[in-house]
Structure formats: structure tokens, C-alpha cells
């Protein structure tokens, strides 16, 4: 059993490098994008965690921000594309206005289409984040949450394999794969 300060030491130490180094290795994402927000309350504070996931359920980016307006999904657009050479065919998102008069700011070209239905993929995408924040016993800052969800989900998903759309085989070596990455990317930090 590992405490969540033993956790939060490890991620503020390794976290965000072996994250970085991951994302530099994950394939290139899916064309069509599902968006949403999940509020997180940060000492007695409502702050709100904007997510984009791609079709295959690949974890995109993470902000976390304070307001839910169009700016913060301008902001988290922005962000969303900055290092990648490529835009997305489609945008997926729920009945929030502001990816609305983002999109047409940020992504003139892109389809959007919004539906809480269709938007499932990034509902429950934010699973592991509410665990992990149980676990935590909550996040104690807004830059201490933004640290670790951007590490967290990066090494979650690399661990990770979508199990229910793969036969045993495939998964095992999918596994097998994941922890030969890892063991590349930690013994290289090691080293250095």
C-alpha cells in the first residue's frame, strides 16, 4: 500500500518528465475529438477541469482552469494544438456555448457537433481522475492538480489498453510492450 503524499513526491520528482517522454511516444490521436469539463473543488474553491479525448479514448490534453467561459476554451484549444502539425476532422462536445465560439475562433474548419450522448467517450474519461482524487483525499492546489493530472493521465493511459476491444493475446502483448517503454524510459532517467 502507498500512501498519496508518497505519490505526490514521486509525481512532483519523475511526473511531468516521464509524461513528457511518453507523449513524445504515443502514436499520433484520432481525427475526431470528444471535449468536456468536470468541475474539481479545490480548498472550498470551484475550479474546472477541461479534458479531450480522442475516438480511440487516448487522453489528449488536460487544463485546469477557474472560469467555463468562452475564453477558458479558447485558452484550452489553444493549448490542445499547440505542438501538433494536424487538426482534428471533428469535435464532439456537450451543450457548453463556449466550444461554440471557440471553435469558430480556433478551429474555423472543424466539424462540431454537440450531443451529451455522443459525448460519453469523455464522460468517462474523468473515472480515474475522481479516483485518484478520492485517494489523494483531494487536490490541495490548483497548480498541484494540474501537475498531476497532466502526469497521471499520460502514464494511466499508457498502462492502460482499451481490454474489452482486444482478444487476451493482444493485450498481454500490449502490456508487454507498455512496460518495455517504461523500463526504456525510467532506466534512461536513471542513467542521466
Not at 513524445?24 to 481525427?31: A, F, I, L
Not at 469539463?37 to 474553491?45: D, Q, R, S, T
Not at 469523455?122 to 473515472?127: C, D, F, G, T, V
Not at 482499451?162 to 532517467?189: N, V
Request: aromatic fraction near 10%; glycine fraction near 6%; charge should be positive.
Amino acid at each position: 500500500m502507498v500512501s498519496y503524499e508518497s505519490i505526490r513526491r514521486w509525481c512532483l520528482c519523475f511526473g511531468t518528465e516521464l509524461a513528457a517522454r511518453l507523449r513524445k511516444r504515443r502514436p499520433k490521436p484520432g481525427d475526431t475529438w470528444h471535449l468536456d469539463e468536470v468541475y474539481l473543488k479545490i480548498n472550498g474553491e470551484l475550479f474546472y477541469l477541461w479534458h479531450a479525448v480522442d475516438q480511440h479514448g487516448v487522453v489528449l490534453d488536460i487544463l485546469v482552469q477557474e472560469r467555463r467561459n468562452a475564453t477558458a476554451a479558447k485558452r484550452f484549444f489553444k493549448r490542445l494544438l499547440m505542438g501538433l502539425k494536424y487538426k482534428p476532422r471533428k469535435i464532439i462536445t456537450d451543450g457548453l456555448r463556449s466550444y461554440g465560439f471557440a471553435q469558430r475562433e480556433v478551429l474555423p474548419g472543424v466539424r462540431h457537433r454537440t450531443s451529451r450522448y455522443l459525448n460519453n467517450r469523455a464522460e468517462n474519461s474523468h473515472r480515474p481522475t475522481r479516483r485518484r482524487e478520492r485517494q489523494m483525499q483531494r487536490f490541495k492546489s490548483r497548480g498541484q492538480a494540474q501537475r498531476f493530472l497532466s502526469a497521471h493521465t499520460m502514464i494511466y493511459g499508457h498502462f492502460r489498453p482499451r481490454r474489452h476491444l482486444m482478444p487476451a493475446e493482444q493485450y498481454r502483448g500490449s502490456r508487454d510492450k507498455a512496460f518495455q517503454i517504461w523500463r526504456q524510459e525510467t532506466c534512461a532517467q536513471l542513467a542521466a
